[in-house]
């Protein structure tokens, strides 16, 4: 599994995992509990990861939708 976006806003993971499963690639998020930790104030990023052999084709669906991959 790769990292394929990293973000803070829960509406953009959404979103992004609406159109790869649209897409039929296969994603899991991940740091989705992390909220209990920080107290809900959204501080840490959740990330969305994908399999390697799909990363290219993910990364061109979230460009194609301006989706910023926000990581390192």
């Known amino acids: 599994m790769k990292e394929l976006l990293r973000t803070t806003d829960p509406t953009i993971v959404a979103f992004a995992m609406a159109l790869l499963q649209g897409e039929g690639i296969d994603c899991f998020e991940m740091d989705v509990n992390m909220s ?5 104030i959204g501080i840490f990023p959740r990330r969305i ?3 390697s052999d799909h990363l290219a084709a993910a990364e061109i669906v979230m460009r194609d939708n301006d ?3 926000g990581r390192p």
Do not use: K, Q, R
Not at 36 to 40: H, I, M, T
């Open 36 to 40: 209990v930790l920080e107290g809900g």
């Open 67 to 69: 989706i910023p991959l």
């Open 49 to 51: 990861l994908v399999h």
